[in-house]
């Protein structure tokens, strides 16, 4: 008799084990092992597997929306969504001017891939950690680093395994996660959520790009399908209005579409991903109280 199912975390393995293990894309066995498979070779023809970043990435820099001041509460008019309607500033390259030099700080590469966004966080001068379940895509990032002469501490494995084991330490000024979320089933966004509230620094930044509902890529189903069929199929498209829901807890600096990009640009962009950057608000101490912890639960 099977009765030893007690927290949260046995009911999210249980959750796991619903889907087959061909679409396991997320756990340090079967997921690791697929997208090691998906990074071994290296000639196919992945847009993301060229060594550029992503353009919203390279946007945020431009505009001093990464600067580690504004992370720190010291915000410039132009970097408040209120000052620009619900999506956010508009790109502005005057931004970063009248801010002077860029000031980054400590930055976390979720599913870093071949590191392409992390070297470029790394060129703005962050500190960075990257971290990716696939052995031949972390090979393939530090080759790209020494290459460059970048410094970026790559790490093999599951970041939220790593976060728990100490190997991973926050708190980080940016957190970034190209294509990682979309890979998650509906259950683990409770993983990611988490991971953000012990890991994200109080006004710190948090940037994903993730499939865009309407763009022609990822699943639109109501997540109750996934765990019927037993499959992600290759990865779920998300709607602006269900961003903001579920990282309801943290305010929205911009809101996206990704800008496609021609093959001949230096920057990675393709229509069918959407892009949002958030910061995280501490929550202020009530009067008479002990400050409270911010959280990221909506």
């Known amino acids: ?41 290296r000639g196919r023809p992945v847009p ?17 929306l990464l600067d580690h001041r504004a992370s720190h509460g010291e915000r410039g008019p132009l970097d408040h969504p209120a000052a620009h309607g619900e ?9 970063h001017g009248a801010r002077g030099p860029l000031r980054p700080g400590r930055a976390l590469d979720l599913g870093c891939g ?40 790559f790490v093999c494995g599951d970041a939220f395994a790593l976060a728990d084991g100490g190997t991973l330490r926050g708190p980080y000024d940016l957190i970034y996660d190209s294509g990682c979320f979309h890979h998650l089933p509906p259950h683990r966004r409770i993983s990611h959520l988490a991971f953000l509230e012990r ?13 865009a509902a309407g763009g022609g890529m990822g699943s639109e189903a109501p997540d109750a399908d996934f765990y019927r069929r037993g499959t992600l199929d290759g990865g779920l498209a998300y709607t602006e209005e269900s961003l903001r829901g579920i990282f309801a807890g943290l305010e929205v600096v911009e809101s996206r579409r ?26 202020p101490p009530v009067s008479g109280t002990t400050p409270r912890r911010d959280v990221l639960r909506p």
């Open 199 to 211: 890991q994200l620094a109080p006004d710190g930044l948090f940037g994903l790009v993730c499939f």
């Open 258 to 283: 990704m800008r496609a990009e021609p093959a001949h640009s230096a920057r990675f962009g393709e229509s069918y991903l959407w892009t949002s950057l958030f910061r995280r608000v501490p929550c």
């Open 48 to 64: 993301f597997f060229a060594d550029k970043p992503d353009e919203n990435l390279v946007a945020y820099g431009e505009r001093g």
């Open 114 to 153: 071949p590191g392409r966004n992390a070297l470029h966080l790394a060129s703005l001068g962050f500190t960075v950690d990257a971290v990716d379940m696939s052995p031949s895509a972390i090979a393939w990032a530090r080759e790209r680093a020494r290459a460059t002469g970048a410094e970026v501490r």
């Open 87 to 95: 999506r956010g500033p508009p790109d502005n390259p005057l931004a």
């Open 1 to 41: 008799m099977d009765r030893h199912m007690r927290t949260v975390d046995d009911v999210l393995r249980l959750l796991d084990g619903l889907f087959a293990p061909g679409a396991d894309r997320w756990t340090r066995d079967a997921g690791a092992s697929w997208w090691d498979g998906f990074y071994a070779d």
